[in-house]
């Protein structure tokens, strides 16, 4: 079973980072001390779970978390500087801290660290988030002890309703488009006015035309998503903003 620390100070340790291809060193205090922090921990950079949803879900909801005077969010697992560097790149994970725990330094003080043997990937952190106020522990949210990569509780959702409640979710966008499309340039240009963020699939050699008619039932772009609901055309964008 693993046991809460909060109320405790975060360990104090160093951290080896690769930075603008430089070597730097940083420590617990630099990262938390007079901050307000969220930590998300998880058990590998590029493993399934961690890239499909704990991750890119922090990473979406920084702006909110931000507004609910969180000062930064960190990404921690048991990998070395470059494979994390490496992980925030292909994620364009742009709101997000990465450091690394090589050693598994931080990990094993939370009493996190545990034995992926039988994975082959040695020890690792166990997948836990939690909020730190000026290097103390507030609260944290730990995954249950039990078999697999149980994730239930320590994503971004849960530890924003405990942060605040009532804090409003953005809805989440989704943009079909093709380079040099003047009606694709409008339709960003309305959502950016309008302070949407969104991701942007480009019709290509992988997404093709007849992907675009399966997904949205028109062969033309661009075709805007938002909250899951299909808005249509940058005209029947514009129509649905105003």
Not at 6 to 14: A, K, L
Not at 28 to 34: M, P, Q, T, V, Y
Not at 179 to 185: E, I, L, V
Request: charged content about 20%; overall charge negative.
């Amino acid at each position: 079973m693993f046991k809460h620390r909060e109320g405790q100070s975060v360990p104090q340790v160093t951290f080896t980072l690769r930075e603008n291809n430089e070597w730097k060193q940083v420590t617990s205090e630099a990262l938390f001390k007079g901050k307000n922090v969220i930590v998300f921990a998880l058990p590998g950079a590029f493993t399934p779970t961690c890239s499909s949803t704990h991750l890119p879900r922090y990473n979406e909801l920084a702006g909110v978390f931000a507004e609910n005077g969180i000062d930064e969010i960190i990404c921690l697992s048991v990998n070395d500087t470059f494979v994390m560097n490496e992980w925030q790149a292909v994620q364009h994970a742009e709101n997000i801290r990465f450091i690394p725990d090589g050693n598994g330094d931080f990990s094993e003080g939370m009493g996190m660290l545990v034995n992926k043997a039988e994975l082959g990937f040695g020890k690792r952190s166990w997948r836990y988030s939690m909020l730190v106020r000026d290097g103390v522990i507030e609260k944290m949210f730990i995954e249950p002890d039990q078999p697999g990569d149980p994730f239930e509780v320590s994503d971004a959702d849960t530890l924003l309703n405990y942060l605040n409640p009532t804090a409003k979710v953005p809805e989440f966008v989704t943009l079909f488009t093709k380079p040099g499309c003047p009606h694709c340039a409008r339709a960003k240009a309305l959502l950016e006015d309008r302070g949407y963020s969104y991701e942007q699939i480009e019709l290509g050699n992988e997404i093709t035309t007849r992907s675009l008619r399966a997904t949205t039932g028109a062969g033309t772009v661009p075709q805007v998503f938002i909250g899951g609901k299909l808005i249509g055309s940058a005209d029947e964008l514009e129509a649905y903003l105003s």
